[in-house]
């Protein structure tokens, strides 16, 4: 029942906000091709329900490709990293960069509420995996399996919480908790304090 009502809540939810947030979405995509040109839409392969791999969608806001990441963590980026245009700068401290995965919760490949999914290539990428102890890996494989029973979200426990965002381990720690307790109440409080940590700018995104 709650995985019922979850998917109709997240049809409902992002066809309203897509129609609600329409005239802002077009502006947004007049002013990215006047300013950086086409395509406006960026898009990459991350794990999604189980570990099948999606097109997530974002509004483009590099001049070259993804972010570069370091070799320790999915989680840490280039700060300052010059290939962020002037206009990506403003959408992602916005986050109205991540407005198109809307249209990933519509097609059923991500959940309004949920761990943020991981890009493919962070999990298969040899130096994050070849650093690790035997133990280490084996600890990780088990997080990932957690984690990916539940569809990936626009916005979970972790993006809301006071911890530090580059440790990953309390990353990690946030969204097996989220998988472990979820329920509607959670996803209501998860939503609910999101808006205020949009308008703050202390919502974390990956």
């Known amino acids: 029942m709650y995985e019922i009502i979850k998917r109709v809540s997240d049809i409902f939810l992002a066809a309203l906000m897509l ?39 974002k509004f483009r806001t590099m001049s070259d490709g993804d972010v570069r990441k370091s070799d320790h963590s999915p989680v840490q980026k280039i700060q300052g990293d010059p290939r962020v245009t002037p206009a990506g700068k403003f959408l992602r401290a916005s986050h ?34 070849e650093m690790a102890t035997a133990e280490e890996n084996e600890k990780r494989i088990d997080w990932q399996k957690t984690r990916e029973t539940v569809k990936p979200g626009l916005t979970g426990l972790w993006q809301i919480s006071d911890r530090p965002e580059v440790e990953f381990e309390n990353w990690i720690k946030c969204d097996i908790e989220y ?28």
């Open 19 to 57: 129609l609600v947030l329409l005239p802002l979405i077009v502006i947004v995509a007049l002013i990215l091709v006047v300013s950086q040109g086409t395509p406006i839409i960026y898009r990459q392969i991350r794990a999604g329900k189980g570990g099948n791999p999606f097109v997530m969608y």
């Open 179 to 206: 998988v472990k307790t979820k329920s509607w109440l959670l996803d209501f409080m998860i939503v609910m304090k999101t808006i205020p940590a949009i308008l703050s700018n202390k919502r974390k995104s990956r």
């Open 96 to 129: 109205i960069d991540e407005l198109p995965q809307l249209l990933n919760v519509l097609r059923g490949d991500m959940s309004i509420v949920g761990p943020r999914p991981l890009p493919v290539e962070d999990l298969q990428r040899p130096g994050w995996r």
